[in-house]
């Protein structure tokens, strides 16, 4: 009955910047959490960002100070501000949301994933 929709990934040239919006759609009681995580081919999928609902954001070291994650409640809807971009940032970005439904049952939800690609 949830689903997670990204958006906003393609191919930039180093140094470029992207925004990842990700919406979260159907019978939603609240969000606790939402989060990036990526994966490149042939490795794990790593967190990228995470936003509780309190707002306090967490960060992976490579990532610090280049992306910034980011929430609008009322949309139901996280963002992911990538700027300065590396040909290491190359990966599928995928939304995750810990999420109540009206059921009151509260579990993660993953989405489709995005392609970013960086070229040098």
């Known amino acids: 009955q949830v689903q997670l929709v990204e958006s906003g990934g393609g191919l930039v040239q180093a140094g470029g910047s992207l925004r990842l919006s990700c919406v979260a759609s159907g019978s939603i009681f609240s969000i606790n959490a939402m989060g990036w995580y990526r994966q490149a081919p042939g490795k794990q999928r790593d967190l990228v960002a995470h936003?509780?609902?309190?707002?306090?954001?967490t960060y992976a070291n490579s990532v610090k100070g280049r992306f910034t994650i980011s929430r609008d409640n009322a949309k139901n809807t996280v963002y992911l501000q990538m700027n300065s971009l590396q040909p290491e940032d190359t990966a599928v970005y995928y939304c995750?949301?810990?999420?109540?439904?009206?059921?009151?049952?509260?579990?993660?939800?993953w989405g489709q994933g995005t392609q970013v690609t960086v070229s040098s």
């Open positions: 936003i509780i609902s309190g707002g306090s954001t």
């Open positions: 995750s949301a810990v999420i109540r439904d009206l059921d009151r049952v509260t579990r993660s939800y």
